[in-house]
């Protein structure tokens, strides 16, 4: 999937920068497809005041460039989302669609 061009890039360490040096982010799962199997399969785009939207990449470079880090639910995107969320909780629609609503 080609990165839109108002989206920049960010990597698991870039990520970790943001949490050590205890800058504010927000993040958001866009539902990308589905797996051969009919799984649905995610992307985290992380979200900064002021900054484009960072899409989470690999941080291996391929010989085609930086690609998109997909997830599926269980167990990735959980994982995930409790190590470098932002904290809100997640809730799933019937279509597979993903919104963060704050801890209560």
Not at 27 to 39: P, S
């Amino acid at each position: 999937m080609p990165i839109a061009r108002n989206q920049i890039l960010i990597t698991i360490d870039g990520v970790k920068d943001l949490q050590e040096e205890g800058i504010a982010y927000r993040c958001r799962y866009e539902l990308v497809g589905f797996t051969d199997d009919g799984k649905p399969r995610y992307q985290c785009i992380y979200l900064r005041e002021g900054e484009p939207e960072a899409i989470l990449v690999s941080t291996r470079i391929t010989p085609h460039g930086p690609e998109p880090r997909y997830f599926n639910i269980w167990p990735g995107l959980f994982k995930h989302h409790l190590e470098f969320g932002d904290g809100r909780d997640l809730r799933f629609g019937p279509d597979y669609s993903i919104t963060l609503e704050e801890r209560r």
